[in-house]
């Protein structure tokens, strides 16, 4: 049973328009969420996290928001711009998990110029 | 700086085949992680090691060894390969538990026929 979903498969946006990707989770247990964006050939890179103490993070054109009663974070880029078309994954850690980290299954985000 | 290192990008195995996959990292991190990532799906943890001599089972470990003998090297040991292991796999590391974003490598992209 997933619990951590990424219900929109991919994504396409406007250069200069904002992209919002979604992701919604289960477990209650889980207090800190992290995105990752991620290139064809490449790891995962770190792009921006949120702990479950707060609602909002902001860094840059990046800005993560988090409802903890709908159990529902989501990713805003704004401008979006060409180089950030990649896969982006939602991750969460349970309390006390040793850092371990439950991922979506990907957004794929296409920004045309 | 290299960061997470991991060897090598590509193999093709036979079936019942075992081998070893390398993973480094020059960050002096505590923590170390292997994750697969089959396609269309997002990572899930094999197993992971909390420093030098300890480790721990993921989600999916079955097929699957590791050792943790430096704080550099975490090399993930496949004995008998299926071609139900066939995906790729990303080692990863961090600080600590509590640090949030983990570094990973750049994939070993793995087939077993």
């Known amino acids: 049973d997933q619990q951590v979903k990424q219900n929109s498969p991919s994504l396409s946006v406007q250069e200069g328009r904002i992209s919002i990707l979604n992701c919604d989770y289960t477990?209650?247990?889980?207090?800190?969420f992290l995105w990752y964006k991620k290139y064809p050939a490449e790891g995962p890179t770190f792009l921006i996290s949120?702990?479950?103490?707060?609602d909002k993070n902001e860094d840059g054109r990046f800005t993560v928001f988090l409802n903890k009663s709908a159990k529902h974070l989501s990713l805003h880029i704004v401008p979006s711009q060409p180089g950030d078309s990649a896969v982006y994954f939602c991750?969460?850690?349970?309390?006390?998990?040793?850092?371990?980290?439950?991922f979506g299954k990907g957004t794929k985000l296409s920004v045309k110029p | 700086n290299a960061g997470v290192t991991q060897t090598p990008k590509f193999r093709i195995l036979k079936i019942g085949q075992s081998m070893t996959l390398q993973c480094t990292q020059d960050?002096?991190?505590?923590?170390m992680y292997w994750y697969r990532q089959d396609p269309g799906m997002g990572l899930k943890l094999i197993y992971y090691?909390?420093?030098?001599?300890?480790?721990d089972k993921g989600e999916v470990p079955n097929g699957y060894n590791v050792s943790r003998s430096t704080t550099e090297d975490f090399p993930l040991r496949l004995e008998l390969a299926a071609p139900s292991q066939t995906s790729v796999y990303f080692c990863?590391?961090?600080?600590?538990?509590?640090?949030?974003?983990?570094?990973f490598g750049d994939g070993t992209r793995l087939s077993i026929l």
């Open positions: 990863a590391s961090s600080w600590d538990a509590s640090a949030g974003a983990q570094h």
């Open positions: 477990n209650s247990m889980f207090d800190y």
């Open positions: 949120i702990s479950s103490i707060k």
């Open positions: 991750a969460a850690r349970a309390r006390g998990s040793q850092g371990n980290l439950i």
């Open positions: 960050m002096n991190h505590n923590y």
């Open positions: 090691s909390v420093g030098a001599g300890i480790t």
